[in-house]
Antibody, heavy 122, light 111 residues
Framework: QVQLQESGPGLVKPSQTLSLTCTVSGDSIISGSYSWTWIRQSAGKGLEWIGRMRTNGDTDYNLSLTSRVTVSLDTSKNQLSLRLTFVTAADTAVYYC??????????????WGQGTQVTVSS | QSVLTQPPSVSGAPGQRVTISCTGSSSNIGSIYDVHWYQQLPGAAPKLLICGTINRPSGVPDRFSGSKSGTSASLDITGLQAEDEAYYYCQSYDSRLRALVFGTGTKVTVL
């Protein structure tokens, strides 16, 4: 059974960098043709795809966030990371990591972490 | 603002059928891209309910079914049960935004 667990600070000051880690168990993040993904959920905007890294190393980001976001994999630790710079209150949300797979005509997410609340406030 | 629009809420009595719509455009649902559905219970992460428009992952009851026509997709819940009370989200890919996109979400209330 694949499990994902997010971790990181729950409070980040405005203009600082948000850094989160997702630890994956039950599967190797370099096996298969998956895309390891970050998604966030805020009250005002619902679910929002942030970005992903595929097992071949390719990355894709939401165009609205691309100048501030980096998604990376640490294969030695079987972890996925998110880095979001210059945060504002609009980045306050629950952040999820998820495994994406492409069996059909678009990627879907079969495993999700439990989510971690991040609040941006001074 | 999401490119996939869902009704904010639907409701039904136990045993009834409810349908949740997901309206998109020619750059997402109306194109080659499949639609997927998720159920989110209070305080929990979304859970995959339907993938590839019509397929149920193992363990999902056959009371849940999906379909797609033109630029819209639908999720049907038949034989509504109290445990189905949750938020439901559709998801696809948008070629114009070059992004994976989610619907606005629908709250299902069991009366």
């Amino acid at each position: 059974q694949v499990q994902l667990q997010e971790s990181g600070p729950g409070l980040v000051k405005p203009s600082q960098t948000l850094s989160l880690t997702c630890t994956v168990s039950g599967d190797s993040i370099i096996s298969g043709s998956y895309s390891w993904t970050w998604i966030r959920q805020s009250a005002g905007k619902g679910l929002e795809w942030i970005g992903r890294m595929r097992t071949n190393g390719d990355t894709d980001y939401n165009l609205s966030l691309t100048s501030r976001v980096t998604v990376s994999l640490d294969t030695s630790k079987n972890q996925l990371s998110l880095r979001l710079t210059f945060v504002t209150a609009a980045d306050t949300a629950v952040y999820y990591c998820a495994r994406g797979r492409l069996d059909y005509g678009s990627v879907y997410f079969d495993y999700w972490g439990q989510g971690t609340q991040v609040t941006v406030s001074s | 603002q999401s490119v996939l629009t869902q009704p904010p809420s639907v409701s039904g009595a136990p045993g009834q059928r409810v349908t949740i719509s997901c309206t998109g455009s020619s750059s997402n649902i109306g194109s080659i891209y499949d639609v997927h559905w998720y159920q989110q219970l209070p305080g929990a992460a979304p859970k995959l309910l339907i993938c590839g428009t019509i397929n149920r992952p193992s363990g999902v009851p056959d009371r849940f079914s999906g379909s797609k026509s033109g630029t819209s997709a639908s999720l049907d819940i038949t034989g509504l049960q109290a445990e189905d009370e949750a938020y439901y989200y559709c998801q696809s890919y948008d070629s114009r935004l070059r992004a994976l996109v989610f619907g606005t979400g629908t709250k299902v209330t069991v009366l």
